[in-house]
């Protein structure tokens, strides 16, 4: 077994549905590390490291936000996608105030889980290795993507490898008006019909960080019907 494929922790209880994903996933290129219970994994975390997290809310033991939050300390950087039987949008909101970068609804389409998968997956085009990494400053804030840092006014702050790449895309088009298909397509392989409120909470999680104000946006601005614009200015 080659060691550039892919590495991927599964945290679920549901063994049946634990042994489909394994087997899609490995047809798929990808190396599987399956684990019953958030307790396992996070022992296996302190010593390992993972390409993607996928997570599932309802776990015995410690729940799913409780282990993404555990996580986010190990490593501030691995994409996690939730997994949650819960339709209600608080739990979506949930998972990703605690750190998750998107979720998937059970039952899922098993085609629609494999892009998902791959897109989060993908390495991003913007990373360029330099030996002093500039900041790009906006406001009181200054983002450092190839360290996976930001200091802001509340202080220093861990990026997750999702939060670099909107930031990144963001950054290359400032000004500009970004439809929310390009963002969800550019950044976590969606197709771009596909209808979802990642984007808008993970908005949310990037006003928090950097806006003075979070409910009066001057950075990250809303274009109603459309998608969202960058400005660097206040």
């Known amino acids: 077994m080659t060691n550039d494929k892919p590495h991927i922790m599964l945290v679920e209880d549901e063994i049946h549905l634990a042994r489909g994903i394994c087997f899609n996933l490995e047809e798929e ?23 993607l ?6 776990l015995p033991g410690m729940d799913g936000f409780q282990v993404c939050r555990a996580v986010r300390k190990l490593d501030p950087r691995v994409p996690i996608l ?15 105030e605690n750190g998750a970068d ?11 889980f494999l892009l998902r998968v791959k897109g989060m997956l993908r ?3 913007w990373y360029r290795p330099d030996p002093v990494e500039e900041g ?16 802001t006014a509340q202080g220093e702050i861990d990026l ?33 019909d596909t209808e979802t409120r990642t984007l808008d909470n993970f ?9 003075p104000d979070p409910g009066k946006p001057v950075h990250f601005q809303t274009v109603r019907g459309v998608g969202y614009r960058f400005s660097r200015q206040a």
């Open 82 to 96: 939730m997994l949650t039987a819960r339709s209600e949008d608080s739990d979506r909101v949930e998972g990703l």
């Open 136 to 151: 790009y400053r906006f406001g009181a804030n200054e983002v450092f993507p190839l360290s996976y840092r930001a200091r």
């Open 203 to 211: 908005i949310v999680r990037l006003r928090r960080y950097f806006e």
């Open 53 to 58: 997290i996928i997570l599932d809310v309802m």
């Open 29 to 51: 290129g990808c190396r599987v590390s399956h684990f019953d219970s958030g307790e396992k994994a996070l022992v296996t975390l302190e010593v390992e490291h993972f390409d």
């Open 102 to 112: 998107d979720y998937l609804t059970k039952p899922f389409n098993l085609m629609e």
């Open 160 to 192: 997750t490898e999702m939060e670099v790449r909107v930031l990144a895309l963001f950054f290359q088009k400032e000004g500009e008006i970004i439809p929310r298909g390009e963002l969800l397509q550019s950044v976590w392989g969606y197709t771009s």
């Open 123 to 125: 390495r991003s085009s």
